[in-house]
């Protein structure tokens, strides 16, 4: 059996991943190490590559047509 301990949130570091699309994959790429993870969403499949305990991962994913948009609102 598999035992997993979590560390206290004050003993995590915090790391913000940048994304890309890449056909149907959204990447999410850490600038500070080499995490990623890779979410297709049209399959649900999802990789993580280099993950660490002690790091925490966020990012989110904006669609570059959805973004312009908002962005040039009239």
């Not at 999802?46 to 904006?62: D, Q, R, T």
Request: negative net charge; charged residues 25%.
């Amino acid at each position: 059996m598999l035992k997993v301990t979590a560390l206290p949130a004050s003993n995590l570091q915090h790391h913000e991943c940048e994304s890309i699309r890449e056909g149907d994959w959204i990447i999410y790429r850490c600038p500070k190490c080499d995490y990623e993870l890779r979410d297709n969403w049209r399959t649900g499949d999802l990789k993580v590559i280099n993950a660490k305990v002690e790091i925490k991962h966020s990012g989110s994913y904006f669609p570059t047509a959805y973004q312009e948009a908002y962005e040039n609102l009239n």
